[in-house]
C-alpha cells in the first residue's frame, strides 16, 4: 500500500474539532423535537410500548437541558489511567474515556450526546416505556471493553437500554500492532491482452477485428483464454468431432467476448448477399444464459455493440487498413467491399425477470436471432410462448455456470435442454416434411425448404466459469457433449509459450485457418459422462493488490469510512482514471442503512434539512457523503426494482468521468459474478462472503483488476475470523509463486491513511465521524429503525456460514453490544431487537413496498428460525443448527437454550404441545376465516385435500 500520499484533507471533522464548542442552546431542529417530545410525553399516547423513538426524540430535546446543568448526566471524572476493562452492570452503564489526550477528545465528544441520552431515559422512564436490559445483553456488552453507558456514574440505578455511548478507542482496540511486511512487487498481470497474438492472426473475420479495434475500443490484441478459445470455437463443428467447450479462466479475462465473437463469425456467411432472404423470423440462433439479470443485460449490451457491423465508408477503411497490416486475403478484402454484409437482422434480444411478458413476447414475434436470458424466464418462454423459435439453434452458452448451479438453475437449466431438444427435433423433421414434398430426390434431412443445412451441425453448447467446481462438471457431463477444457496458461508457462506461439503466429500467417492451439491444457471425455477435470487452485490476478485488515468490531464503521476516503483519494494510487469503489455488504438491509446514513450523517450541528415527506431522499439514486466528500454513493441489492438497479449501476457507471473523478457502490453479492464495471480500482468486502467461500472472494476482487488493469482489494474481519486470511492464502497459493498474496495492514494505518494525522488527530476524527452517523440514526424512527433491521439482519446473515466455517464464523462469538456500535446504534442488544418488534407495524403501513417486502421477508425468516428450534430440539446435539438458530434471536441466546430444553423434554415426555398448538391455531384460523366468509356471504365447500374437513 502506498503510504505516501494518504494524509487527507478532513476538513469538516477538523471543523468540528475537540475543541469545538457545541451549540449552546440546541439547534431549532432539536428544539422543535424536544417541543414534540413534550407534547407526546404529556399526552402519554404510547405509554406502554417500549418505542425506541421516544429515546432518539427525547435525546435531542434534552440536550439543551442538559447543557445547562452538565453535573446531571457528564460523567464525573474521567479515571486517570486507562481504566481496565469494566463489565457493564445490568441496569447501569459507565462511560468509558481515558485521561489521555487522545482519550479525552472522544469524552468531550460524547459527553454532550452522553447527557443527551441520559435525559432521553429520563424521559423514557417517565412514560414508563422502558424495559430492563437483558442478562444476554448485559453480558455481551460488558465483555469488551469499551462498551460503557454514559451517565453511570451519575445515575447508577438508571437502566441504559435508550443510548449507550462507548469510546471507539479502548481496550479491544489496543491489540498488538500488525507486525509490517514489505509489499509484494508488482507482478506481471496475468489477464492482460497478449502483446504476441493478435486477433487477426487467430483467424477472426477481418470485418470483426476492425469493429473490435475501432468502434468498440478493444484493440488488436486478444487475451490469454481468447487466443485458446477462439480458434477451436471458430473451427468447423464436424459430426462426431469435438465441439463443445468449458471454458475456465480468471475474472476479468475478457470470456464474455471469447464466446460472442465466434458465434457472430459463424453468422457472418448468412449476412451475406447469398443469404439475403434471412431476416429476423428465421428464429432464435444463439442463446447466451447468464444468472442475474445484471449479468445477462452487461452482456446483451456487449453483443448489441457487437452487432452493430454496417459498412461505413470509415469502416471499409478500417477493414483495409486491419486487412493491409495482417498482409492476407487482399484478393478476399476486397470481394468483400464489393459484396457488403447485411447484418440487420442479428438482433439481440434480452428476455431477464424484472421485465414484462408481453413486451418480450413482441419482441418474440418480431424474431430474435440472439437472445441473452436468465434461465427461469427463458423456461417460461419456451414453455408459454410459441413464438420463440428455437429449432435452429446453432449455440448455447451457460455463462457464470457455478453460478447458475449456486443459485439452484439446475432444474431450470434441465428444463431449458430438454425444451431445446425437443424444438430441434420438431423443426427438423417439419423442414423434412417440407423437402419431401418438393421431391424426393431433394430429401436432405439436414436443410430446409431454403436448401439451408440448418442441422448439418450438431448446436455448440459452451459452459464459461472462472472457478469450476465439481457441480459444474457434472453439468458439463450432462449438457456438453465431447468436451474440450480450455484454460489460460498460468503466468510460469506462459512465457514459454508465448515464444512458441510467435513461431506458429509466423505460420499463422501463410495459412489463416487456425485450428487448435497447442498451449491450451485440453482434456475431453467422453459424452454423458463428466470431464474429468482435476480442480485447480484458484487465483486472483496477479496484478491484484490484496489486502486483509483485522478490525476490532466497534471499529468497523470509521474503518470502513477510513478505507474509502483512502481508496477515492487522488493520491492512492498514479492512475489518472475515475476511482470506482465497490464495497459488499452482507445483506441488503446493511447496504440500505450504510447507503443512507452515509448520505444523511453530517458533521456539522447546522440545522438538518427539514423531510418533506415527499420520499424524495429516498428516491435519489446517489448520497453524497460528508465524510467521504466528492464521491457519490451508490447502491444494488436484490430488492430493489429492476429500474433501480439498473439506473444504479449506470449511474454507477458513468459518475466521475473526469479524471480523478470517484464514486462507491455499496453492494451484496448480486455483484460480485460477471459485472464488468469501469474503472473499478478497489474492491473492499465489510463482511466476508456466507456463501461460496474462497471462490466468492475470488469473484468478488474480480470486479477490479481487469484485463491486465491494476486494482487493490481490501476484506475486513473481525480479531475472531483473523484465521480467515491464512485459509484464503492456502486455497489460493497453488497458482502463485509462494509469495503471501495477502496482506495485512493495522487497522491504526488505515484509520491514519484516511483521517490523517497522528494517533490523536485521528482518533479523534473517527470518533465524529462514528458521533455523526450516530446522531443521525437518533434523529428519526426511520434511521433508527433501519439501523436496528440492518444491525439484526447482519446477525441472519452472519449466521448462514456454512458449518465448515462455524469455527471462525459463529454467532456466539460476535461481540454484539460492539456490533450495534458498528451500525451506529446506541441501544444494548435486547433494547434493538424489542425496539425493532415494536416499530415493526409502521413500516407496512407507510406503504413503503421495499419495507413491506422486507418485513415479509422478516417473518419468513422468523417462521424458519420457529422451525430451525424445533429440529435442534430434536437433534440437541446439532451445534451448526443451533448456531444459526442463534443468530435468529440473538439478544436471546438463553432463551432459545431453555426453549430447545423445554421442548426435547416435551417430547421425551410424548406430549407434544406446541405441534398441537401449531395445529390449533391453523384450524382456528381456518374456522375464523370460514366465519369470515360467512358473515361476508361467502360460499364454503369442504374438499377432500384439505388439512381440517370442518362443516
Ligand atoms: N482482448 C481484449 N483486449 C482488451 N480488452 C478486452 C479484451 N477482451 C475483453 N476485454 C474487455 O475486458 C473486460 C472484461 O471482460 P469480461 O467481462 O468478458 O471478463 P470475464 O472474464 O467474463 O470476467 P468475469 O469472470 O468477472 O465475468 C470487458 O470490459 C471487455 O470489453
Known amino acids: 500500500m502506498d503510504d505516501d500520499g494518504l494524509l487527507l484533507n478532513f476538513a469538516a471533522p477538523a471543523a468540528a474539532g475537540p475543541s469545538r464548542p457545541r451549540a449552546a442552546k440546541g439547534t431549532p431542529h432539536q428544539r422543535a423535537q424536544a417541543q414534540r417530545a413534550a407534547r407526546a410525553s404529556q399526552s402519554g399516547a404510547a405509554a406502554a410500548q417500549p418505542r425506541a423513538d421516544a429515546s432518539s426524540s427525547a435525546t435531542a430535546a434534552a440536550a439543551p437541558a442538559q447543557r445547562r446543568a452538565p453535573t446531571a448526566a457528564a460523567p464525573s471524572a474521567a479515571p486517570a489511567a486507562p481504566a481496565p476493562p469494566r463489565p457493564r452492570q445490568s441496569g447501569a452503564g459507565t462511560h468509558e474515556a481515558r485521561s489521555t489526550p487522545r482519550a479525552q477528545h472522544a469524552a468531550s465528544s460524547?459527553?454532550?450526546?452522553?447527557?443527551?441520552?441520559?435525559?432521553?431515559?429520563?424521559?423514557?422512564?417517565?412514560?414508563?416505556?422502558?424495559?430492563?436490559?437483558?442478562?444476554?445483553?448485559?453480558?455481551?456488552?460488558?465483555?469488551?471493553?469499551?462498551?460503557?453507558?454514559?451517565?453511570?456514574?451519575?445515575?447508577?440505578?438508571?437502566?441504559?437500554?435508550?443510548?449507550?455511548?462507548?469510546?471507539?478507542?479502548?481496550?479491544?482496540?489496543?491489540?498488538?500492532?500488525?507486525?509490517?511486511?514489505?509489499?509484494?512487487?508488482?507482478?506481471?498481470?496475468?489477464?492482460?491482452?497478449?502483446?504476441?497474438?493478435?486477433?487477426?492472426?487467430?483467424?477472426?473475420?477481418?470485418?470483426?477485428?476492425?469493429?473490435?479495434?475501432?468502434?468498440?475500443?478493444?484493440?488488436?490484441?486478444?487475451?490469454?483464454?481468447?487466443?485458446?478459445?477462439?480458434?477451436?470455437?471458430?473451427?468447423?463443428?464436424?459430426?462426431?468431432?469435438?465441439?463443445?467447450?468449458?471454458?475456465?479462466?480468471?475474472?476479468?479475462?475478457?470470456?464474455?467476448?471469447?464466446?460472442?465473437?465466434?458465434?457472430?463469425?459463424?453468422?457472418?456467411?448468412?449476412?451475406?448477399?447469398?443469404?439475403?432472404?434471412?431476416?429476423?423470423?428465421?428464429?432464435?440462433?444463439?442463446?447466451?444464459?447468464?444468472?442475474?439479470?445484471?449479468?445477462?443485460?452487461?452482456?446483451?449490451?456487449?453483443?448489441?455493440?457487437?452487432?452493430?457491423?454496417?459498412?461505413?465508408?470509415?469502416?471499409?477503411?478500417?477493414?483495409?487498413?486491419?486487412?493491409?497490416?495482417?498482409?492476407?486475403?487482399?484478393?478476399?478484402?476486397?470481394?468483400?467491399?464489393?459484396?457488403?454484409?447485411?447484418?440487420?437482422?442479428?438482433?439481440?434480444?434480452?428476455?431477464?425477470?424484472?421485465?414484462?411478458?408481453?413486451?418480450?413476447?413482441?419482441?418474440?414475434?418480431?424474431?430474435?436471432?440472439?437472445?441473452?436470458?436468465?434461465?427461469?424466464?427463458?423456461?417460461?418462454?419456451?414453455?408459454?410462448?410459441?413464438?420463440?423459435?428455437?429449432?435452429?439453434?446453432?449455440?448455447?452458452?451457460?455463462?457464470?455456470?457455478?453460478?447458475?448451479?449456486?443459485?439452484?438453475?439446475?432444474?431450470?437449466?434441465?428444463?431449458?435442454?430438454?425444451?431445446?431438444?425437443?424444438?430441434?427435433?420438431?423443426?427438423?423433421?417439419?423442414?423434412?416434411?417440407?423437402?419431401?414434398?418438393?421431391?424426393?430426390?431433394?430429401?436432405?434431412?439436414?436443410?430446409?425448404?431454403?436448401?439451408?443445412?440448418?442441422?448439418?451441425?450438431?448446436?455448440?453448447?459452451?459452459?464459461?466459469?472462472?472457478?469450476?467446481?465439481?457441480?459444474?462438471?457434472?453439468?458439463?457431463?450432462?449438457?456438453?457433449?465431447?468436451?474440450?477444457?480450455?484454460?489460460?496458461?498460468?503466468?510460469?508457462?506462459?512465457?514459454?509459450?508465448?515464444?512458441?506461439?510467435?513461431?506458429?503466429?509466423?505460420?499463422?500467417?501463410?495459412?489463416?485457418?487456425?485450428?487448435?492451439?497447442k498451449d491450451v491444457k485440453l482434456k475431453a471425455a467422453s459424452p454423458s459422462e463428466a470431464p474429468v477435470v482435476a480442480r485447480t487452485n484458484l487465483a486472483a490476478p496477479a496484478q491484484l493488490r490484496q489486502h486483509f485488515v483485522v478490525v476490532p468490531t466497534k471499529q468497523r464503521l470509521v474503518v470502513l469510512l477510513a478505507l474509502l476516503r483512502q481508496a477515492v483519494s487522488r493520491s492512492s494510487d498514479s492512475s489518472p482514471k475515475a476511482r470506482r469503489v465497490i464495497v459488499f455488504i452482507s445483506c441488503t438491509d446493511a447496504v440500505d442503512f450504510f447507503w443512507r446514513a452515509m448520505g444523511g450523517a453530517k458533521m456539522s450541528d447546522a440545522e438538518e434539512p427539514k423531510e418533506d415527506g415527499s420520499g424524495e431522499e429516498k428516491q435519489a439514486v446517489a448520497q453524497s457523503c460528508e465524510v467521504i466528500p466528492s464521491a457519490p454513493i451508490f447502491r444494488l441489492h436484490g430488492s430493489m426494482t429492476q429500474s433501480e438497479r439498473i439506473a444504479s449501476l449506470r449511474a454507477f457507471s458513468k459518475a466521475a468521468p473526469e479524471a480523478g473523478g470517484a464514486a462507491i457502490l455499496l453492494c451484496t453479492s448480486v455483484a460480485a459474478r460477471g459485472l464488468d464495471l469501469p474503472d473499478v480500482s478497489c474492491v473492499v468486502q465489510l463482511d466476508a462472503p456466507t456463501e461460496g467461500g474462497v471462490d466468492e472472494y475470488l469473484h468478488r476482487v474480480g470486479r477490479t483488476a481487469r484485463v491486465g488493469r491494476e486494482g487493490q482489494s481490501w476484506i475486513m474481519l473481525l480479531p475472531h475470523e483473523r484465521e480467515a486470511a491464512t485459509r484464503l492464502e492456502r486455497a489460493m497459493s497453488g497458482q502463485q509463486d509462494g509469495t503471501p498474496r495477502l496482506h495485512e495492514v493495522d487497522a491504526r494505518q488505515v484509520l491514519r491513511h484516511g483521517f490523517g494525522g497522528g494517533a490523536a488527530e485521528y482518533e479523534a476524527r473517527a470518533t465524529d465521524a462514528q458521533l455523526a452517523f450516530e446522531r443521525w440514526v437518533l434523529?428519526?424512527?426511520?434511521?433508527?429503525?433501519?439501523?436496528?433491521?440492518?444491525?439484526?439482519?447482519?446477525?441472519?446473515?452472519?449466521?448462514?456460514?456454512?458449518?465448515?466455517?462455524?469455527?471462525?464464523?459463529?454467532?456466539?462469538?460476535?461481540?454484539?453490544?460492539?456490533?450495534?456500535?458498528?451500525?451506529?446504534?446506541?441501544?444494548?442488544?435486547?433494547?434493538?431487537?424489542?425496539?425493532?418488534?415494536?416499530?415493526?407495524?409502521?413500516?407496512?403501513?407507510?406503504?413503503?413496498?421495499?419495507?413491506?417486502?422486507?418485513?415479509?421477508?422478516?417473518?419468513?425468516?422468523?417462521?424458519?428460525?420457529?422451525?430451525?428450534?424445533?429440529?435442534?430440539?430434536?437433534e440437541p446435539h446439532s451445534t451448526a443448527t443451533r448456531e444459526e438458530h442463534d443468530a435468529e434471536d440473538d439478544d436471546s441466546l438463553a432463551a432459545i437454550a431453555t426453549y430447545a430444553a423445554k421442548r426435547a423434554a416435551e417430547k421425551a415426555g410424548g406430549k407434544n404441545k406446541a405441534d398441537k398448538t401449531d395445529a390449533e391455531a391453523r384450524m382456528y384460523a381456518k374456522v375464523r376465516a370460514m366465519g369470515r366468509a360467512t358473515r361476508k356471504g361467502g360460499v364454503l365447500a369442504a374438499h377432500g385435500a384439505d388439512e381440517f374437513q370442518i362443516g
Open 110 to 517: 460524547a459527553q454532550a450526546e452522553a447527557a443527551a441520552v441520559a435525559q432521553a431515559i429520563e424521559a423514557a422512564q417517565a412514560k414508563g416505556r422502558h424495559k430492563p436490559a437483558k442478562a444476554a445483553a448485559a453480558k455481551a456488552s460488558g465483555s469488551g471493553s469499551g462498551t460503557g453507558s454514559a451517565g453511570a456514574s451519575t445515575a447508577p440505578a438508571r437502566p441504559p437500554p435508550a443510548g449507550v455511548i462507548s469510546s471507539l478507542f479502548t481496550g479491544a482496540a489496543s491489540a498488538a500492532p500488525v507486525k509490517a511486511t514489505p509489499a509484494a512487487p508488482a507482478a506481471q498481470p496475468t489477464n492482460a491482452p497478449l502483446d504476441t497474438s493478435s486477433f487477426a492472426s487467430i483467424g477472426l473475420d477481418a470485418l470483426l477485428v476492425a469493429h473490435l479495434a475501432g468502434r468498440m475500443g478493444i484493440g488488436s490484441a486478444p487475451t490469454s483464454i481468447q487466443r485458446a478459445a477462439l480458434p477451436l470455437l471458430m473451427a468447423p463443428c464436424a459430426r462426431g468431432a469435438q465441439r463443445d467447450v468449458l471454458i475456465h479462466a480468471q475474472t476479468g479475462s475478457g470470456k464474455t467476448l471469447a464466446y460472442l465473437l465466434p458465434i457472430l463469425q459463424s453468422l457472418l456467411p448468412l449476412c451475406t448477399d447469398a443469404a439475403s432472404w434471412i431476416d429476423r423470423s428465421v428464429g432464435t440462433l444463439a442463446i447466451i444464459l447468464a444468472p442475474t439479470r445484471e449479468l445477462a443485460r452487461q452482456i446483451y449490451e456487449v453483443a448489441e455493440k457487437l452487432v452493430q457491423l454496417h459498412l461505413s465508408p470509415r469502416q471499409r477503411e478500417a477493414i483495409a487498413a486491419a486487412e493491409e497490416a495482417a498482409q492476407k486475403q487482399d484478393e478476399e478484402a476486397s470481394d468483400e467491399e464489393e459484396t457488403p454484409r447485411r447484418t440487420r437482422w442479428l438482433v439481440p434480444g434480452l428476455l431477464s425477470g424484472g421485465s414484462t411478458r408481453n413486451h418480450e413476447k413482441s419482441k418474440l414475434r418480431k424474431g430474435l436471432p440472439i437472445i441473452v436470458a436468465t434461465p427461469g424466464r427463458l423456461l417460461d418462454h419456451l414453455q408459454n410462448t410459441t413464438s420463440l423459435d428455437a429449432g435452429k439453434l446453432q449455440w448455447l452458452v451457460l455463462d457464470e455456470a457455478d453460478r447458475l448451479l449456486e443459485m439452484g438453475f439446475r432444474e431450470t437449466l434441465d428444463g431449458i435442454l430438454k425444451a431445446l431438444e425437443g424444438r430441434r427435433r420438431m423443426s427438423k423433421e417439419t423442414a423434412r416434411e417440407a423437402m419431401r414434398e418438393k421431391g424426393a430426390e431433394e430429401t436432405d434431412e439436414t436443410a430446409d425448404g431454403m436448401g439451408i443445412e440448418w442441422w448439418k451441425h450438431p448446436r455448440r453448447t459452451v459452459l464459461c466459469s472462472a472457478t469450476l467446481d465439481e457441480n459444474v462438471q457434472v453439468l458439463a457431463g450432462s449438457a456438453l457433449v465431447q468436451p474440450v477444457v480450455v484454460r489460460a496458461l498460468p503466468e510460469e508457462d506462459r512465457k514459454q509459450q508465448q515464444q512458441q506461439a510467435r513461431a506458429r503466429d509466423a505460420e499463422a500467417e501463410a495459412q489463416p485457418a487456425v485450428t487448435g492451439e
Open 779 to 874: 434523529r428519526s424512527d426511520e434511521a433508527s429503525g433501519l439501523a436496528r433491521r440492518a444491525y439484526l439482519s447482519h446477525i441472519r446473515a452472519y449466521a448462514t456460514h456454512p458449518a465448515a466455517e462455524k469455527d471462525l464464523f459463529s454467532v456466539s462469538a460476535l461481540q454484539l453490544g460492539h456490533l450495534a456500535k458498528a451500525f451506529a446504534l446506541r441501544e444494548a442488544p435486547a433494547a434493538i431487537k424489542a425496539n425493532a418488534r415494536a416499530a415493526g407495524g409502521g413500516a407496512g403501513k407507510q406503504g413503503d413496498r421495499h419495507e413491506k417486502r422486507k418485513a415479509a421477508f422478516d417473518a419468513d425468516e422468523e417462521r424458519r428460525a420457529r422451525r430451525k428450534a424445533k429440529r435442534m430440539a430434536a
